[in-house]
């Protein structure tokens, strides 16, 4: 990043702030309805956003009737424009202002775009409703009617017309934006879709669409909709109070959606003026339509039509010297469902798609019996909650679960007896194997100092535990003709934190494969709340999710808990999970992924996993985000592909993504780090 840009600033980040205003404004009162537009330009400079718009007609308001026909109101209109204009020298905001405009005697209903006292361009609306209330064929003429594409006005000239305009950004690439208006939004084909395809990022739309029973609804479902249809944001505002009420009412509703996210929205039936904002994420936008290859293919497709586009250049000028925090609020768990109204839903949905998943391979297999190894942790105790579904689904006695507990150099007392008590009230084939001896005798083969009574805590002797109870588990299951259910999470895979091949790596079926420790956690504590596998269950879930994450490998003092603490080597996974979701799903730059986990977790909060009760302040400064993310980075890139390339089949769960190398991630086992290091170091120590 640049020596003159504030890491702390939106704009530094590919975000920009946009804006959709309502003013106060009066029928036939271009002068007054001038001024208030005004006043809504400079505040949304204060507001930090770099482009406005205004409702359709604005200027002279759209419940005018046959007062278009009226030469004093276009008129006063050019008058009120010239006010607007002039205001502009002085306001660093892109401002998109609604007027009629009367050009070779014809009228438009027109969106004209203004910056640093000149006027851009102009679009004029293409679909005009004549149906039920609306009569605007009486007084204007389609914007594909025109007979020019340029027009002199206030004493510009060559000023781009027509409803083919791009307008881009000269200071950031990656925005262009188009302007449809008000009914050219429910046409069947939208000019929004053309002009997306053509390149547009953000489409703005000025409505004056009036107020009936469920249209609310209805506008917010088709802009969501065409938002992510488009793969771009969409920025609507519509006439509020001050319009005619001779026929219609008026409620003001503005939007703002990013690819089928609601950022924003006004307040309905409001009677003063209104600004929202929404900070849209431009790389967000970008990298959906690099990936959906879908999105390139339909502009080969029309490519001729896309040709018709111009381009309008725009030199506005982008605030990125000062501070300039996000306003959109970040969820801390982009894996873990956010809607609490919905959380039933998205639950049943997790374990439906792991469950579906096994249950299809042992019958495709024919296997009665699963095996799996059961530690009193959260992975395999999510495993265990998924086989005893697809038992019953199945109708496989859960008699036929083999879990085996094998307690090892480092097993505590808590997460033993977590491991019986679970096993015991979900009515499993409990086996107890010790694996010490065997252990042992590895040892003596391979000549580890630890056989001679040397303490010596490698990773050799981590690794020849972890490899024992896989051998044991796969050597069970071919004994009794049974099937190993893998427990490993896509947190571990993401970091490597799994022993590979012989270890937690491997299975015959892996069911946690794409659902990381944060949805894990979740998952388990949803399930006790609604006694998924009943009460007695339950309360061992309960005591699973306050027990320290642990490989609990290397043995310590007091084994009452667990000695080892993943989290103190591999990072928070609270933290680690949020570096995942935007690394995977978007890419991202390791800068733009440390803004938002700042964004998000800067400030105090309680509780530190989604839904506990622990009463703790949480917090991570810049300083802790780049540390944990440089350990991210260094492990997802450079050390642990080779593990992910082989990993056994696993179902995908969420649209966070998998790892796996048959599905949404393929990558070299070889490749370095360096370019993401290199953007990390960018990333401040402090947050001031």
């Not at 909709?225 to 505002?237: E, H």
């Not at 006695?397 to 679970?422: C, E, H, K, V, Y």
């Not at 979740?522 to 339950?538: N, P, T």
């Not at 993504?657 to 490749?671: C, I, V």
Request: net charge negative; with cysteine.
């Amino acid at each position: 990043m640049d020596a003159d840009k504030e890491y702390f600033n939106i704009y530094n980040h590919n975000f920009i702030r946009v804006a959709a205003a309502i003013p106060e404004l009066r029928v036939a009162d271009p002068t007054f309805n001038a001024k208030k537009t005004v006043e809504l330009m400079q505040k949304t400079a204060e507001e930090g956003a770099i482009i406005v718009v205004f409702p359709e007609l604005g200027l002279s308001a759209y419940s005018c009737d046959d007062l278009f026909h009226q030469q004093a109101l276009l008129s006063g209109c050019m008058l009120a424009l010239s006010e607007v204009v002039k205001a502009s020298k002085d306001i660093p905001v892109v401002s998109i202002v609604g007027m009629p405009l009367k050009i070779d005697n014809m009228l438009f209903n027109c969106a004209v775009v203004i910056s640093q006292g000149l006027i851009l361009g102009i679009t004029p609306k293409t679909y005009l409703p004549n149906y039920r209330e609306f009569y605007e064929l009486r007084q204007f003429t389609p914007g594909d009617r025109a007979l020019r594409d340029s027009v002199a006005i206030l004493n510009q000239h060559d000023v781009p017309f027509g409803n083919n305009l791009l307008f881009k950004l000269n200071s950031q690439p990656l925005l262009t934006f188009y302007i449809e208006i008000c009914e050219d939004l429910w046409a069947p084909i939208p000019m929004s879709s053309s002009a997306a395809l053509a390149g547009a990022m953000v489409i703005f739309n000025p409505s004056a669409s009036n107020a009936t029973i469920t249209k609310d609804d209805y506008l917010r479902q088709l802009i969501s909709n065409q938002s992510a249809r488009c793969l771009a944001a969409y920025v609507y505002t519509s006439a509020g109070f001050g319009e005619s009420t001779t026929d219609l009412a008026w409620d003001g509703q503005a939007l703002i959606c990013e690819n089928g996210s609601h950022l924003s929205e006004s307040k309905r039936f409001s009677y003063t003026p209104q600004l929202i904002t929404g900070d849209i994420d431009l790389d967000r936008l970008s990298q959906e339509r690099l990936r959906q290859t879908s999105f390139a293919h339909n502009i080969q497709r029309i490519s001729k039509d896309l040709n018709l586009f111009r381009t309008i250049p725009i030199n506005a000028d982008i605030p990125c010297s000062q501070k300039i925090l996000l306003k959109r609020k970040y969820e801390r768990f982009p894996f873990v469902p956010s809607n609490r109204l919905q959380q039933d839903k998205r639950c049943k949905e997790v374990y439906e798609i792991q469950v579906q998943g096994l249950t299809k391979r042992l019958r495709s297999t024919n296997t009665k019996r699963v095996v799996i190894g059961i530690s009193g942790g959260l992975d395999s105790t999510q495993a265990l909650i998924v086989c005893a579904q697809a038992a019953d689904l199945s109708g496989i006695p859960r008699t036929n679960i083999d879990a085996l507990i094998m307690p090892g150099f480092a097993t505590s007392l808590r997460t033993l007896d977590q491991a019986r008590r679970l096993t015991a009230s979900i009515g499993c084939t409990t086996h107890e194997i010790d694996i010490k001896p065997s252990c042992m005798q590895m040892f003596r083969d391979i000549g580890h100092p630890f056989a001679e009574g040397h303490p010596v805590y490698d990773i050799a002797f981590e690794n020849v535990q972890a490899g024992e109870r896989t051998s044991h588990l796969f050597r069970f299951a071919n004994l009794h003709n049974g099937m190993v259910v893998g427990t490993s999470d896509l947190s571990e895979l993401a970091l490597g934190w799994s022993t590979y091949g012989v270890g937690d790596h491997m299975a015959h079926y892996h069911v946690n494969a794409s659902v990381p420790k944060t949805l894990i956690h979740y998952l388990i504590r949803w399930s006790a709340q609604k006694d998924l596998l009943g009460k007695e269950v339950s309360n061992v879930l309960l005591d699973v999710l306050s027990t320290t994450i642990s490989p609990e490998l290397i043995p310590c003092e007091n084994n009452e808990e667990p000695g080892q603490h993943s989290e103190h080597v591999i990072g928070p996974y609270e933290l680690q999970d949020f570096h995942l979701y935007y690394t995977l799903r978007f890419g991202f730059l390791p800068s733009k992924v440390a803004f938002l986990a700042w964004s998000a977790w800067h400030e105090k909060n309680i509780g530190a996993w989604p839904d506990t009760p622990q009463e703790k302040q949480h917090e991570y400064t810049i300083g802790d985000i780049k540390k944990w993310l440089k350990v991210f980075l260094e492990r997802f890139f450079k050390s642990s592909q080779y593990k992910r390339s082989c990993i056994a089949n696993a179902p995908k769960v969420g649209s966070g993504g998998s790892l796996s190398p048959r599905g949404d991630y393929r990558a070299p086992s070889d490749s370095e780090a360096t370019p993401w290091l290199a953007d990390l170091d960018t990333i401040p120590e402090k947050d001031t």
